[in-house]
């Protein structure tokens, strides 16, 4: 499975540090947001991106390949933690996976960063937020209209960093020819709704100008936290290939094969830390 792809992040304008950061390259997509403070989430939020990237360039990615880098994130996060301080970061993204034939992606989350599926003119969240608020709305506690202005929307019940073992959750779906993926940090959903997010995807067929006008919205909204997006697209067919949906589930292809140049990773707005290799 081909895919397109854009990114983009911005610091806002009430903090000081960006600790959020993302890795867009196949088969791995991910955003991490840091908490910790200066000198640590950033370093925790980084940290994660570097081990993601140890994947980039695989043709696909399985669970226990993304387990192993959750594991290897928490262990760096947990030696470079300042005595005292609570240190860690979210994890969320969408792999190119592969299942019985068919193409798939691999949907994993820990803590309120959030991966949603815009498929047929609909938006549907795939992750669920590892929060005391989406606790709330589990056990009926309070609605989806209290938990967007709830005071403890920003406590999340798991993170990389804060206990022994990381713990994830994975889902696998299967891939659509049409297919359009949102991973984001909590500063993009604070801001906006999903039916407004879901018209900036609707309308901006370019990945990269998609995941820019949603960074920009939200941060004309307000942002009051770092603003993070990833937008994934299943490459279009090429051309004279009229089966646009076997393309998706056809054998898929490294990235650093794709002919026509539509894999090649774009340039991110900076401000995410750099990324050492
Ligand atoms: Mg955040």
């Given amino acids: 499975m081909r895919t397109t792809w854009g990114s983009a992040t911005d610091c806002g304008p009430f903090r000081r540090l960006n600790e959020d950061a993302l890795l867009a390259y196949p088969p791995l997509f991910v955003v991490a947001d840091g908490m910790g ?19 980039a360039g695989r043709p696909e990615v399985t669970a226990d390949d993304v387990h192993t880098i959750v594991r290897a994130i928490s262990a760096r996060v947990r030696a470079v933690v300042p005595d005292g301080r609570t240190v860690g970061t979210t994890f969320a993204g969408v792999g190119i996976a592969r299942h019985e034939g068919g193409s798939y992606w691999l949907v994993f989350n820990i803590g309120d960063s959030r991966v949603y ?39 999340i019940t798991r993170a990389i960093g804060t206990g022994p073992d990381p713990d994830p959750d994975y889902w696998l779906i299967p891939a659509g020819a049409a297919d359009r993926m949102l991973v984001c940090t909590d500063g993009l959903t604070d801001e906006l709704a999903d039916d407004e997010i879901a018209e900036l995807l ?13 960074v920009d919205a939200a941060v004309e909204r307000g942002g009051r936290d770092n603003v993070t997006a990833i937008v994934v697209d ?27 140049g539509s894999t090649n990773p774009r340039q991110s707005r900076a401000r995410v830390p750099e990324v050492d290799r």
């Avoid at 609707?202 to 949603?214: F, G, H, T, Y």
């Avoid at 299943?234 to 026509?260: C, F, I, L, N």
Wanted: proline fraction near 4%.
């Fill in 234 to 260: 299943v490459a279009a067919s090429r051309a004279g290939d009229d089966d646009s949906t076997a393309e998706a589930h056809r054998e898929p292809r490294g990235w650093d094969e794709a002919a026509d």
């Fill in 117 to 155: 599926r815009y498929a047929d003119a609909g938006l549907t969240q795939i992750s669920v937020d590892h929060s005391v608020v989406q606790e709330l709305v589990d056990r009926g506690v309070i609605g989806a209209a209290e938990a967007l202005h709830h005071p403890d929307r920003h406590v």
């Fill in 37 to 55: 403070g200066h000198d640590a989430g950033e370093v925790a939020s980084r940290i994660a991106v570097e081990e993601a990237g140890q994947l």
């Fill in 202 to 214: 609707a309308s901006s067929p370019d990945p990269q100008v998609a995941a820019e006008r949603l």
